[in-house]
């Protein structure tokens, strides 16, 4: 096991919190980063001991739900490594990947979490001085970061919550599950795809679906109305009207009960969720 190997790290802490240390997640590639770590060990490399080692099959299994949700356990950083772009033991993975890493960095950026958090990194089997040198820097940036503060802000719980919700989407899992295949083939009828196009689509895609999930984890925990939602989420409130008409739609959230003309809206609970 990769975490057996390594040594600790003796580098001096950055001053600002003396007494914290980060958690920090690594979810390594089986056939790659997984070895470079073990070689990493065997020969006697340094690096930190705040890094707890997941070893996974292809990093193309890290989905952004899982890291959404490790986010949201209190990591304060989460490192994702695999094979070199090429070199994948399931051909075309690691290009998948990247995709969903760029899904998540934009979900990450509309909680309010510092993409910086979160980093991909291609380690092979032979690299393990470099799995060394980028868990050591990688460490010394979530530092100066300091501390996540998802467990502690309400809201901001809230917010990666949501964005946990937005990335299990349909339309967002298919839009970044067909990404790489629409670069590199074409659509469905052989025409080249636009790249910048293609990025600005899951970007507004991105927004809505935060938008959207977001409103319903706020309506969950109390009804507001239409005003409410727009003056928490920093959102028009035109905006925030067109998502509840497609919420409603969708018989996700319903109007409970006027507070005199103005109506507030509360989450529907679905299989005995509260």
Known sequence: MA???????????????KEWEPKIVGFLCNWCSYAGADLCGVSRFQYPTNIRLVRVMCSTRVSPH????????????????GCHLNDCHYMTGNFHTEKRVELMKRLLKEAGIDEGRLRLEWVSASEGEKFSKVVTEFTEGIQKLGPSKVRSDDMMKAKVSAADDASQTFRLKALVGKEF???????AYGEEVDAEKLTGVIDVATQDEFERALILELARIR?????QLGMVMDVPTDKILRHIVLLRQNSKIAMEHPEGFTPVYKTIAIGGEQ
Do not use: C, R, W, Y
């Open 223 to 227: 009804p507001m109305s239409v005003k």
């Open 66 to 81: 899982l890291v959404l949700d490790v986010f949201e356990a209190g990591a304060d950083g989460i490192l994702i490594g």
């Open 181 to 187: 295949n629409l670069l590199s083939k074409g659509n």
């Open 3 to 17: 975490q057996k190997h390594h040594t600790a790290h003796h580098g001096k802490k950055h001053e600002p919190d």
